[in-house]
């Protein structure tokens, strides 16, 4: 009777796994199985199976000379973006002419867009403050959780307005029963669950994959993308159930804005007078402005990673979707809309 024989000595520092094996380099009796010796054997070389403990971010830029302009700049451009959407949702809910649908999704998406920003650049700011890379796993995930969370909703609430704005234009005499308090609530808890689906598969995708002890992210937060470029296991599953979840969560939004504006512009074009044609045009002209805004920085993100090999280059443009998107959002609204003019000026006159 003849077999093979594997002989394994394994150690196990700290979170490493290390297994050193030696395999039969040819088929030898059973009866000498208890006198084998290393000539019977191969050495194999050790494979680490590493239980990933921390991920070290590399941000945006390794220079000593630029972490301190890039520190102070992503910290304004923190701040304002809290200070705007902030003095937004606090207008809106303090003044009772703007309890409206609009201005209900309006505040919504406030509150979405401080949440987007802050799952990434306070972090960032710490690190580069602290001269610190490193971000624990559960940390990690976390970032992928809410990053993924708030930036679907932000998605299905714009989605959410072009409705309204639909409504409000092609159907204007039924506004008011269509577009009641009831169904905004329900439209806006519907989007947050659809939100939170959307990030629980990707973090049960990124919690499964084995990574290597290459743990280093060329980004300033974790994206899953480069999650799956570090790790060992294979992810081609994975990658496919992305592009399909991204297909599905962003394309049926996308699609959505899409008919919502064709039928917009569809109506407005059959408005005889100019001036009714401006005024029906100027309700959506915010709302147009911050999707071109949203949509465009996405795809440009998007399109920059596929073209350019540079993992570098690919957070540099995340910036925009990320961290440019939210700060803007407010200033294009209050800018453009004298409701929300008034209803700031009131507020601050309150407060001081």
Same mark, same amino acid.
């Given at each position: 009777?003849?077999?093979?024989?594997?002989?394994?000595?394994?150690?196990?520092?700290?979170?490493?796994?290390?297994?050193?094996?030696?395999?039969?380099?040819?088929?030898?009796?059973?009866?000498?199985?208890?006198?084998?010796?290393?000539?019977?054997?191969?050495?194999?070389?050790?494979?680490?199976?590493?239980?990933?403990?921390?991920?070290?971010?590399?941000?945006?830029?390794?220079?000593?000379?630029?972490?301190?302009?890039?520190?102070?700049?992503?910290?304004?451009?923190?701040?304002?973006?809290?200070?705007?959407?902030?003095?937004?949702?606090?207008?809106?809910?303090?003044?009772?002419?703007?309890?409206?649908?609009?201005?209900?999704?309006?505040?919504?998406?406030?509150?979405?867009?401080?949440?987007?920003?802050?799952?990434?650049?306070?972090?960032?700011?710490?690190?580069?403050?602290?001269?610190?890379?490193?971000?624990?796993?559960?940390?990690?995930?976390?970032?992928?959780?809410?990053?993924?969370?708030?930036?679907?909703?932000?998605?299905?609430?714009?989605?959410?307005?072009?409705?309204?704005?639909?409504?409000?234009?092609?159907?204007?005499?039924?506004?008011?029963?269509?577009?009641?308090?009831?169904?905004?609530?329900?439209?806006?808890?519907?989007?947050?669950?659809?939100?939170?689906?959307?990030?629980?598969?990707?973090?049960?995708?990124?919690?499964?994959?084995?990574?290597?002890?290459?743990?280093?992210?060329?980004?300033?937060?974790?994206?899953?993308?480069?999650?799956?470029?570090?790790?060992?296991?294979?992810?081609?599953?994975?990658?496919?159930?992305?592009?399909?979840?991204?297909?599905?969560?962003?394309?049926?939004?996308?699609?959505?804005?899409?008919?919502?504006?064709?039928?917009?512009?569809?109506?407005?074009?059959?408005?005889?007078?100019?001036?009714?044609?401006?005024?029906?045009?100027?309700?959506?002209?915010?709302?147009?402005?911050?999707?071109?805004?949203?949509?465009?920085?996405?795809?440009?993100?998007?399109?920059?990673?596929?073209?350019?090999?540079?993992?570098?280059?690919?957070?540099?443009?995340?910036?925009?979707?990320?961290?440019?998107?939210?700060?803007?959002?407010?200033?294009?609204?209050?800018? /453009?809309? /004298?409701?929300?003019? /008034?209803?700031?000026?009131?507020?601050?006159? /309150?407060?001081?």
């Amino acid at each position: 009777m003849e077999i093979f024989v594997n002989f394994c000595v394994c150690e196990f520092p700290e979170l490493q796994i290390q297994t050193q094996c030696w395999e039969p380099i040819d088929v030898f009796p059973f009866n000498h199985l208890f006198s084998f010796s290393k000539n019977h054997l191969r050495y194999v070389e050790p494979k680490n199976v590493t239980r990933i403990s921390e991920f070290f971010l590399l941000g945006l830029s390794e220079d000593a000379e630029l972490q301190p302009l890039l520190f102070g700049l992503f910290l304004v451009m923190y701040l304002i973006t809290l200070l705007g959407n902030l003095l937004i949702t606090l207008a809106i809910s303090t003044d009772p002419h703007l309890h409206t649908p609009m201005y209900f999704f309006l505040s919504n998406l406030s509150l979405t867009d401080i949440g987007l920003i802050s799952t990434t650049v306070p972090k960032m700011l710490v690190n580069i403050q602290t001269q610190s890379k490193s971000i624990t796993y559960a940390s990690c995930l976390a970032q992928v959780s809410f990053l993924n969370l708030f930036g679907c909703l932000d998605s299905l609430i714009l989605t959410v307005m072009a409705y309204d704005r639909f409504v409000a234009i092609c159907h204007p005499l039924h506004y008011t029963v269509i577009m009641n308090f009831r169904l905004c609530g329900l439209l806006v808890l519907v989007a947050f669950f659809i939100s939170l689906l959307d990030s629980q598969l990707h973090i049960s995708m990124v919690s499964q994959l084995t990574f290597c002890t290459d743990v280093e992210i060329p980004h300033f937060f974790c994206d899953p993308p480069q999650l799956f470029n570090l790790a060992c296991s294979d992810t081609s599953t994975n990658i496919i159930l992305v592009y399909c979840i991204g297909a599905v969560f962003a394309g049926v939004p996308a699609t959505g804005v899409l008919f919502s504006y064709i039928r917009i512009v569809s109506s407005i074009l059959k408005v005889s007078s100019s001036s009714g044609k401006y005024k029906a045009f100027s309700t959506c002209a915010s709302h147009l402005s911050v999707i071109c805004l949203f949509y465009g920085t996405g795809i440009g993100a998007y399109l920059s990673s596929v073209v350019s090999s540079s993992a570098r280059k690919g957070a540099v443009t995340s910036v925009m979707y990320t961290v440019v998107t939210p700060m803007l959002n407010p200033y294009i609204y209050s800018l /453009r809309n /004298r409701d929300i003019k /008034r209803a700031l000026q009131k507020f601050l006159s /309150r407060i001081a």
